[in-house]
């Protein structure tokens, strides 16, 4: 496979325009992809990786940029932006055809070294969080509490904080729109499909079983989560 080796400057203006393309079609179906080709990035220096590759999506503080899709991650846990930034690099994420900013992470991913790697997560580990926000349909909520309370609840814990022994991710620092489309991804295999994946495929199980409408739901109820509400009343079990 040919070596492209492109300046910073223009890597970061083609990852731009990379992620300005038109959003994902959440309802194709799956099907392979080749790994994308690889950049060199050994010219950023140690205490330079977030800023001088991840911010030109992520934003200089993790607060994430809606107009291009790109999450907030400020004060994720190291632990898990290794793990799925690990995903990216091994292609068990962003190897879907269609996933656009699931390729351009997965192109990230490859280009940079462990060390590197680790170096952005320690970073993004320190930088501020970002509440998800409240939504007003309280009838939406209040579904989205029960479903959270018995789908959820167990792995993600009642307070929508994750937990690293189920390696369950945080939820509610990140933004609503985000948590949809990896809701969807989830349901249609984009994410989490292989076989090898054991966490990722326990979410494709669980998504597989949520309509359009319950994932509105219980994404609007992470958002009354990361303000206060408590799931623990309305579980079943």
């Not at 632990?79 to 269609?98: C, D, I, M, N």
């Not at 792995?155 to 390696?167: D, I, K, L, S």
């Not at 509610?172 to 969807?184: G, M, P, S």
């Amino acid at each position: 496979m040919k070596k492209f080796v492109f300046p910073i400057p223009v890597v970061s203006l083609l990852l731009l325009l990379g992620s300005c393309s038109e959003p994902e079609n959440i309802d194709s179906p799956s099907s392979p992809s080749t790994a994308p080709e690889p950049v060199d990035w050994s010219s950023v220096g140690q205490g330079e990786v977030y800023q001088k590759v991840c911010s030109t999506c992520h934003g200089p503080e993790g607060e994430g940029n809606p107009q291009i899709q790109s999450p907030a991650i400020g004060g994720l846990p190291a632990w898990y932006v290794k793990e799925q930034t690990g995903k990216f690099k091994s292609g068990l994420r962003g190897a879907h055809p269609e996933d656009t900013q699931g390729q351009l992470m997965r192109a990230i991913a490859i280009a940079l070294t462990p060390q590197q790697l680790d170096e952005a997560a320690q970073h993004v580990g320190k930088l501020p969080e970002r509440k998800t926000e409240q939504h007003g349909d309280k009838a939406s909520v209040d579904r989205g509490r029960r479903i959270f309370a018995n789908e959820c609840m167990q792995c993600h814990r009642y307070n929508g904080r994750g937990e690293v022994v189920f390696h369950s991710a945080p939820l509610t620092t990140l933004d609503r729109d985000y948590l949809v489309r990896q809701l969807k991804k989830y349901r249609k295999g984009w994410r989490g499909n292989d076989k090898s994946d054991f966490y990722g495929h326990k979410m494709v199980e669980m998504a597989g079983t949520l309509t359009d409408e319950s994932i509105e739901d219980v994404v609007n109820f992470i958002g009354s989560l990361a303000h206060g509400d408590d799931p623990r009343p309305a579980a079943d079990f």
